[in-house]
């Protein structure tokens, strides 16, 4: 997954800004084609207070020609789903931390 510049995405009657890209191979020929499924994420706190990820669009793009040619990497395929859906690809996704519950020492 990769982290991306804010996009406004229309979910269920409001927008929500998603700022994750998840991508995959969902199915190769190969030899002149590939579909990728691609989903933007919204990130989001539960009342726990621990992280997680909303899907706010999702869909499939199929590469062929001097792209599908051209791809040897992952990094490829993201940076080419990023420009089919003209979004601007800023790093890596790190999940963030659930909060840890504090550990205290029993008095001796």
């Known amino acids: 997954m ?4 804010p996009v406004s995405v229309w ?21 002149s084609s590939a579909t990728f499924q691609y989903q933007l ?3 989001s706190v539960s009342p726990e207070s621990n992280p997680y990820l909303n899907v706010a669009a999702q869909g499939f793009l ?12 992952n990094e490829y395929a993201y940076d080419w789903v990023a420009e089919q859906l003209n979004l ?3 790093g890596e996704y790190v999940p963030p931390t659930p909060p840890q519950p504090e550990i205290t020492e029993p008095n001796a």
């Not at 990769?2 to 510049?5: S, V």
């Not at 979910?11 to 030899?31: F, H, I, R």
């Open 88 to 90: 601007t690809i800023t």
């Open 62 to 73: 199929t590469m062929i020609g001097e792209a599908y040619d051209n791809w040897q990497t």
């Open 41 to 43: 994420l919204s990130e």
């Open 2 to 5: 990769k982290t991306i510049q």
């Open 11 to 31: 979910v269920n009657g409001q927008s929500v800004q998603a700022t994750v890209l998840n991508a995959y191979c969902s199915s190769d020929n190969l030899q």
